[in-house]
Every structure is written in structure tokens, then in C-alpha cells.
């Protein structure tokens, strides 16, 4: 079969261009899933060591790590100053409930939400917890004597989670934990400043350093979507509000595709080229991958193996410049059939009408026009 493929290639002129052309760049090596892997169980290590020492604490219950983005998609273009983002997806501790206050009911998706807690009786199950006191049936008295206070005295404003003492908390967990770590020996680690993920600069023996970003989540039903800690553009974002992301399901997805693809397929090689070039254009990766994820499940998967390379570069650029031309780019989840069944989306979002990313080039014609320039030059 390999043999066979060599044969292709030679036979074929634009094919073996874009093999020159695939080897002569520069890709991240394959120790960088091995650093992937390194930190992921670093900081899968840190929420052992969380869920031993909170077990009789009422703060949110921390679930194991969730690698994401491009790094843990596999498309990564650096190496050496890699980010390595993991969600953490959070539970109500007992005696409490989360409730997602979504947007409003039209707005799909629901750019932001925000978490409410609710206190709920625990009489019927006070052994089944270790003798916990009920929040909504013992005095205050007896409760501040014999326990300590609820999520809603801790982490919230009001009734709501709030992202910046969520965070403040889990930094001070963090520097705390680490010295328990039998790995902190190897490794200097630094809490960066940072308004909604928790930032980590580790640095080991070998002066190899690793930035690490966590955010927190809140899960959608039994979806793969979260409710997150994540920034986003815009600056005022309130402390209650959580954006929605798609990040896990997206990982997802470029493992289904990994196990669908030809072995020499380089679609994810694509993203990387697009990840180097489109710094200075006005047009953010997110659009790139956006179109490869739609390529990606309407066009053949053979047609994404190594001697296709230009090919694939070209056939992304072409569907991005209609995209413009037309002003239309579909988010890839929203109202979208070919979005593979084992990605579990909230029936709303299934049932949803497709949702335009490029919906501000509709309203401004003159944003719209340098965007065909901006791309011209790209």
C-alpha cells in the first residue's frame, strides 16, 4: 500500500509538489502529545488531591481535566510556547443544585449564561452524606457551630456562581496543592494574573516551560457543551456570566475525524499553515476551522491524504471566499445534520435554524468590503 502511494505521487505533478511542499515545512513534533499528556495528568493529579481534601466542603466538585484546543486537537502550531488548555467541568457539591439561566429563548446559541444555586433538602439522606446538617432545615446557629457555609456564602453574588471567586479560590487550592504533588520537585510553577482562567507557567529541571490554562464549565444536561469560565471579546463581561463554549465538543470531533481519516491525511496540517498565516488579516483561526469542519464531513476523506495538500489549501480558500462573497459562514454545530452522533448537542441546538458567523458583514457593508480586500491579500 505504501508503495502504491509513493507510485501516486510520482505519477501525479500537483501531488508531488505538495509533498515538497508538506515536508519543507516546519510541524510541531510528536513529543508535543507527549506534553499533552504530561500536563493533563498534572493537573488531573491537582483535582485528586482537591477531591481528597474538600470532601465535607460545600465548594464545586471538580471533575477530571478536559485537554482542548488546538493543541489537544492535534493542529497546534507551535511547540516550544504552546498553550495548553483544559476545562474543568464543575458539579453542585451536596445540598445545593445548578439551574443554567440561558439566554433569551431566541438567542441561539446562548452566548452566555448564568448559574444559579439553589439550596435542596438533604433530611432523607443525612447518613448517605456523612451526617451533613440540611441548609434549609437547621437553625443558623447550628449550621455556623457544626458546618460550613454554602457555596451561596462562598463563590456566588447573590444567587449565581461568580467566575472571579471561583477563580481567586482555586488559585489559592493551587498554590497550596502543589507542594503536595510528588511532581513538584520536578517542576517551578508560577500562578499567572489572569481575569477568567487560571494561568500556570511550569517550568522543569530541563528549563522546558509549559503554559497551562485552565477554565471551569458547567455542563448543558448530558451534552458536550459548557457553560464556561473562558474570556471573551467582550470587556465587560459580568462576574455571573458564563460564556457558552463548544471546545469539548470540537475536540471531539477531530478525534472522530482521526479515527475516519486516511493515516497520511493532513487536515489538520491545513489548520496549521492557515494558525502561521492569518496573523494581520482580520480574520480569526476560528473561521479556518470553521471551514475545515464543514469540509471535513461534506467532501470524500481521501481527499485530505498528503499528495492532495494544495489541493485541500486550495478547495479551504475557494469555500472561505463564497463564504464572504455571500457573507455566510454557518456555526458548524448549530442546525447542522452532519455533525457526527457521537458529539451530544442539546436538542436546541439540533432543532435550531444555522447560525451565521459572518451575520456582522451582513450589517456593514464597509466591513464587508474589506473583508474581500483582507482576503484578496491572505
Known amino acids: ?21 508538506a515536508e519543507h515545512i516546519q510541524w510541531p513534533k510528536q513529543n508535543l502529545i507527549y506534553r499533552s499528556q504530561v500536563v493533563e495528568e498534572l493537573v488531573g493529579d491537582v483535582i485528586r488531591i482537591f477531591q481528597g481534601l474538600f470532601t465535607k466542603k460545600f465548594f464545586p466538585v471538580l471533575q477530571p481535566p478536559i485537554g482542548v484546543g488546538s493543541t489537544f486537537e492535534g493542529w497546534s502550531p507551535q511547540e516550544d510556547d504552546a498553550v495548553y488548555s483544559l476545562l474543568i467541568p464543575m458539579n453542585a457539591p451536596s445540598g445545593h443544585v445548578f439551574h443554567l439561566e440561558l439566554g433569551t429563548p431566541r438567542e441561539i446559541p446562548a452566548k452566555h449564561a448564568r448559574i444559579r444555586v439553589e439550596l435542596e433538602c438533604t433530611c432523607t439522606n443525612e447518613q448517605l452524606v456523612g451526617k451533613m446538617l440540611c441548609f434549609l432545615h437547621h437553625s443558623e446557629e447550628e449550621l455556623k457551630r457544626n458546618q460550613g457555609p454554602s457555596l451561596l456564602h462562598t463563590l ?28 513538584s520537585c520536578n ?39 459548557f457553560m464556561s469560565s473562558q ?22 470531533f477531530f478525534r472522530c475525524m482521526a479515527r475516519q481519516t486516511p493515516h497520511d491525511s493532513f487536515h489538520l496540517k491545513c489548520l496549521q499553515v492557515f494558525a502561521y498565516i492569518h496573523v494581520g488579516y482580520g480574520f480569526p483561526i476560528y473561521v479556518f476551522k470553521t471551514a475545515v469542519m464543514h469540509l471535513l464531513t461534506t467532501i470524500p476523506l ?25 457573507r455566510c459562514l454557518n456555526h458548524f454545530f448549530i442546525g447542522n445534520e452532519n455533525v457526527p452522533g457521537e458529539i451530544h448537542l442539546p436538542l436546541a441546538c439540533q ?14 457593508p464597509a466591513a464587508h468590503a474589506k473583508a474581500l480586500h483582507d482576503f484578496s491579500e491572505l
Open 187 to 225: 517542576y517551578c510553577m508560577k500562578v499567572l494574573l489572569s481575569s477568567r482562567s487560571c494561568k500556570l507557567q511550569m517550568t522543569n529541571t530541563f528549563k522546558r516551560t509549559y503554559f497551562v490554562e485552565i477554565m471551569f464549565g458547567v455542563q448543558q444536561g448530558d451534552s458536550d457543551i
Open 302 to 326: 481521501s481527499g485530505w491524504r498528503r499528495k492532495h495538500f494544495l489541493l485541500q489549501l486550495w478547495d479551504i480558500m475557494s469555500y472561505l471566499r463564497c463564504c464572504l462573497e455571500e
Open 231 to 252: 474570556s471573551t471579546e467582550a470587556s465587560s463581561t459580568s462576574n455571573t456570566m458564563w460564556p457558552e463554549t463548544y471546545a469539548v465538543a470540537e475536540v471531539k
Open 1 to 21: 500500500e505504501e508503495e502504491e502511494e509513493e507510485s501516486d505521487d510520482s505519477d501525479d505533478g500537483e501531488g508531488n509538489l505538495g509533498r515538497i511542499f
Open 351 to 364: 432543532r435550531a435554524e444555522p447560525f451565521n458567523l459572518f451575520w456582522y458583514l451582513v450589517q456593514d
Open 156 to 183: 456566588c453574588t447573590g444567587s449565581y456562581l461568580d467566575v472571579q471567586k471561583t477563580l481567586c479560590w482555586f488559585q489559592k487550592f493551587v498554590r497550596s496543592a502543589w507542594m503536595l504533588l510528588p511532581q
